[in-house]
């Protein structure tokens, strides 16, 4: 059985920064493209930032570009979301992914997600 198990999310100021985790269990994660989507409340799920497994090149969106970088710890079949300088439009369930790869419906596997919430 695959599961996907986020950690980490909560409350946090301003310009503060977060790290997400995201375990990953009954797959290898070195065999599929991850991701890190977010969905804020009223809005559609967003893709953040993806990595393909073939030539690790990375996608990421604008809006968190230079704030928040993914990494990956293959040892521990572990994917990170490091978030930086946040912001309340940061402000969302996070979810973590793995797939055939960076593309439209390109994940097969999903978290249940970690809410965020930047608040002062």
């Known amino acids: 059985q695959v599961q996907l198990v986020e950690s980490g999310g909560g409350l946090a100021q301003p310009g503060s920064s977060l790290t997400l985790s995201c375990a990953v269990s009954?797959?290898?994660?070195?065999?599929?493209?991850i991701a890190w989507f977010r969905q804020a409340p009223g809005n559609e799920r967003e893709g953040i930032t993806c990595?393909?497994?073939?030539?690790?090149?990375?996608v990421v969106i604008d809006s968190v570009k230079g704030r928040f970088a993914m990494s990956k710890d293959y040892s521990k079949n572990t994917m990170y979301l490091q978030m930086n300088s946040l912001k309340p439009e940061d402000t969302a369930d996070y979810f973590c992914?793995?797939?055939?790869?960076?593309?439209?419906?390109?994940?097969?596997?999903w978290g249940k997600g970690v809410p965020v919430t930047v608040s002062s």
């Open positions: 992914a793995a797939g055939p790869g960076c593309y439209e419906d390109g994940m097969t596997y």
């Open positions: 990595i393909n497994t073939r030539d690790q090149s990375s």
């Open positions: 009954g797959v290898s994660l070195d065999e599929y493209a």
